[in-house]
């Protein structure tokens, strides 16, 4: 396993409970991620290792997050960060997950 | 029943006496699901559209009658350059898929499935939905950029196959009004002469801009269309190429869902409600009003439904009638309940009456 930087590294994703039981996965999978530890790269990872949740976090033209979905990188809400910015290397060397998360909002 | 909620898809099963019905569900928990609808070639093959705020669009497919779901593509990439419609304001707005409002079974093959978009487009897939692909002609008809959304949003809600001609389609766009087609969904005709909105279009006989709520058809008798407007019950005797209303003497003509009876392709089904700010039944006394003489004249159906303090809404996919004899009906609220009648509106039953807000109510006949 590397950091941020190396030439891969292994992230801890976290996962809401819809897109757990959408994909029928654990609360928490770990994604070989090439190259530098991004959101972009991550989330990369993640949907090529899981189609079915294509569509689910990024917009599928866009690639832009999905309104009402966060995401934090540890305790650090980078949601709205550069989809391009390295995570901290605590989450890229796979010792806290980058997580992603329902917004929260009624109904 | 296939039953579509606010928090999950419902199956209703039931002998072929109607009296005990059975649920199993919340498939998709959570989740929104706007439409489930079964293929008439294969009623072991069950499409859903799974929707979401937070999470966007999923189609399940299931091929044992609902037991077991998987889903599928759920790539609705609007073809091209997308450019734009009105927004409420009417400000240019490009346009932005949203979710899947309905899908529509091909009548002849159980791999091909139509598609009812928001922002208002149709998808078409042929390959079980692993893949959709766009019918560009409808939402680049020449008043496209000038379609304008309804209080629920810019959506394609009702999609018609013609039993007899598969190149022949009508959809129906909140608020554009009704599109047909006679070569398979590449190019579109506005369909919407008859319709009047006053005070709600600048030109209430325009060509576009109706809020059509739903469009309804027998299958013997394809080219008599019934269709619940905003406010307005219509009827069209020529596949849509004019209307006239057949609202006579209802309480309201305000309203959403409307079916046709499976045998008697002149009785018609629709619950009003009371007004456009109002979405509740007339008087708190839930009713179907049904005609049997193709509109114009209809009766109250009263029994076995709450006629003190209802104030819930039926909403357009949410009526369904079965194949049986005598013809089946059904409906769901957005108070959670789901009415049957076994003896096609005479009298109601309640079977099911906590559910979430039920969006959408289809009927299946197992053989």
Known sequence: MTGAGGEG??????L????????RLPAEVVLEVPGVATQRSVLDALEFTYPVLRGTVRDRATAARRPFVRFFAGELDCSNA???EPLPSRVACGHEPFAIVGAMAGG | MLVGTRKGAFVLTSGA???RWDVSGPHFGGWEVYHVAGSPVDPDRIWASQ?????GQVVQRSDDGGSTWQPVGNDFSYDGEPGTHLWYDGSPRPWSFTRIWHLEPSLGDATTVWAGAQDAALFRSADGG?????????????????????AGGLCLHTVLLHPQDPSRLLVAISAAGVFTSRDGGETWAAANRGLRSEGVLADPDAEVGHCV???????????VLYMQKHWDVMRSDDWGASWYEVSGDLPSDFGFAIAVHAHEPSTVYVVPIKSDSEHYPPEGRLRVYRSRTGGG???PLTQGLPQAHCYVNVLRDAMAVDSLDPCGVYFGTTGGQVYASADAGDTWTAVARDLPAVLSVEAQVLP
């Open chain 1, 9 to 14: 590294t292994r992230v801890r994703v976290r």
């Open chain 1, 16 to 23: 809401p409970a819809q897109l757990r039981e959408l994909a």
């Open chain 2, 17 to 19: 006496k109607r009296d």
């Open chain 2, 213 to 223: 709520h739903k469009v309804v058809a027998h299958p013997s008798a394809p080219e």
């Open chain 2, 130 to 150: 692993s893949t959709w692909r766009e019918l560009t002609g409808l939402r680049r008809h020449p008043s496209g950029p000038g379609w304008q959304p309804g």
């Open chain 1, 82 to 84: 550069s989809p391009d």
């Open chain 2, 51 to 55: 929707t979401s705020s937070w999470f």
């Open chain 2, 297 to 299: 004249d209809w009766e």
